[in-house]
């Protein structure tokens, strides 16, 4: 069907010599190829690639997944290593303090409070995760840190939990005027492992093969661990990394929770229910009723665990509003939604009027559209890296609700802009060959997850049926207004042209 | 399986002159026997009995079923004609002073609201069902009235939507600390015909094969509009009549309630889903959120109406919490579950202490029981006819929930008090034999209702199952402290005597 695109299989023509990152990136050294023949999977083992093997292998060792960063200055990491590291040992002993008072305070309270040791090693895998956070990504592609930060999620002690800060602003009055605001489903939860990883988890709420009501807003829609995680996958494939790490985990919410909180609000949401199962439900004030509650079996209940990012103390990151944010009312209209001409106002204010940020936004809408997310309200990116940093793409779980509906207005920054970044290009093209089939490689790279399957097939053939649709609104762009205004070139000088890349897509 | 009961259909014993009222129900004039080869059906229809016919024309013909209530003196009926004509006479003019001031205001405001005339008809079928309303029933078990009244509410013209007084009374601050009360799930509505009759709506919020999830408590369970139907058709059939009538409608929530409710707040909650369906929320403080809305196809939503009873100003009612009320916490536990010697003490407390009071709550725990509802905390009577007066069973659309569980701690007050009445008894022991098998005539009746099927098959093969375990019970209780102690006489003088009626069960 796809007979012909930008680079096909290990025919790629695509040397090191002809990837270079183009000037407005600032005086960057040239890229190289890293050596790909053995891409890391998340298991941590590599392979050979082979015709007829693993896809993914194949993916991510072809050359338009191996442009090496450039040795990075200090002003393009997140975080230097010694403000870390002595971030780090200050928190490892404020622990070890709290807990030996918590400890006498929970005896005479008659609590029983498990009390785990804490672990102080200067390699541990969350830190160095931290350390690796650069201007152009969360991680690098062939980093090991993040494999092994997903196991140590998967199965490090569970040392405390609590609230996320979120939940525990919400501790106004019940505004219930505000019916629309985010509602009281959210049960996450902040868990920290033993070397004091911090994860956010979000517990199983709906069954693999439940889908979102017709009738139901995307606002109030369920969160899905599932597609917390398949968001993670689906980010590495594309190689955006802009999702921290998640990770499935079968946790065991008496252990791991009731018996390591000292929130005693946390602990008063516990319950057993009719059928002997443990179950919690949310703080919330608008939802605090057992009918919303997630209950394990009889304890152990799935969930995803995703990275927290360093603390807003020593990372501080904003968050914008989105240029495309819906309205969040049942009958209001943004603008967005009635002006065809939208992305010229927006092209003309800053901080849209330069650089890559709006190239960023549609990015981001592409992600959005293909896992099937209307909830982007906000997007946030590092101070640090200011108006050039690369957006994070954070809170995916309401992605992967109907795998029948591909909502055409979230591709609405692409649509209306006629914009899109080369490399993103000619990755989406290449996961629209049937070598390196995104359905196929998503498929494969979901299965190193524990809590497997993560998508049903029908989410998996969507994700196709939306690349070729992306893959048709840029073609039906170039063919409006030329590939030239279209396309535009950021690191990569290749041999092919646009015109070849997209040529792709007007055969469909 | 169940050889011999009491009768055996045509070949009945109990002739007209063997059937009395007892002493203590005061100098009643001696029942009798109606006609019992027309029974009419709720359809209106009567119908021949014969072998291999009806089983429920054939239930209703029995001689059990038609004892008829003596005379009635005016202390004996809840109102009285004059009262009641006069009450209608003010609500009629009432409304029509109203609807001129309204319409004025509403264009004003620029509000559309459909105006209905009303009809004054001293015919009117909900009239004469109050009128009916007596200190041994709701309504006579050959009153034409019920049928009328049915098909009124089934057919009848809305003319104005508007919250029950229980919402209503839910405008005080939003008080999360109590996490189980009752939640915003209830979604009922009272609907004004144009006779002005009024009928409590509650939407469909569940499929008729979705069961109450295993983790979820009865008292934030769902509130299913084909239990609350299913309830009146089985009160029916028990002989009770202590449950208003209810029928299933399918009411057009765009001009059944959105343009006929004078109520701000209710207009305000109807929302545009985001397929196309007009939707509803419930008004409440606590769950003021879309994904609890009930929503129609696109207007077209199925609901229960039940038939209001008189208004308190004319008809007072006193609700009582019952005796073996549930702790309604997560871990509480009530008196009567952990004192097997509970009933002793309840039976030398007043009310308990005399009279029928105590058998009035062990016929209500048999009906809660055959319908799966742990949730009734309270039950109302009528005030005027004082401590003897009927039981209530209002509010019944907890059951059903599960089709596989038969929560035996519902028939604790017959399990611990061991008294059953003889009337009871009888009819239990009719509707276990195989010619008169209570699924098929709860079949049969619920065939009536125009959302039909009502009940799924397990559902309905759930009622024998449970029946049986009552009039185990019921066995078992005769075994322990014999059929005098166990078997209360009240209006049955019969040639057959209790331990024959028993024997029925003991062969199981």
Redesign the interface.
Known sequence: MRSKGLTSGHSCSCGPNKLTLPPSQGGLATPQLSNWTSAPLLDGTTSEPAYGGSKLVRLFSHPLYNIQTPALGPEERLLQVEQLIDYYRRKVSHWERHMKLYSLAAALANITVTNHEVTYDPDTSWLKFHLGINRYALYSRDDPTVLQLIKDMQSMTVISADYTQDEKALKG??D?TQ??KP?G?HLKLALKMRNLAKAMFKPMRQQRDEETP?????F???QRHNAEIAAFHLDRILDFRRVPPVVGRLVNITSEVLKVTQNEDLRAVF?????N?T?F?AKC???????Y?A?GSPDLLEGSLSAYLPGLSIAPRISIPSPWIRSYT??GREEWEVNPFYCDTIKQQYPYNSGNRLLNIIDMSIFDFLIGNMDRHHYEIFTKFGDEGFLLHLDNARGFGKHAKDEMSILSPLSQCCMIKQSTLLRLQLLAQSEFRLSDVMRESLQEDSLRPILTEPHLLALDRRLHKVLRVVHQCVRRLGKDEVITEDFFKSTVTPEAATDGTMQR
Chains 1, 2 share one sequence.
């Open positions: 009055a019940c219930c019916v629309v509602s489903h017709e009738d139901v807003f995307y109030v829609d369920l319950f057993t229910s009719p059928a199962n179950c439900f004030l608008y939802v605090c009723k057992t009918e509650a209950c049942f009958t």
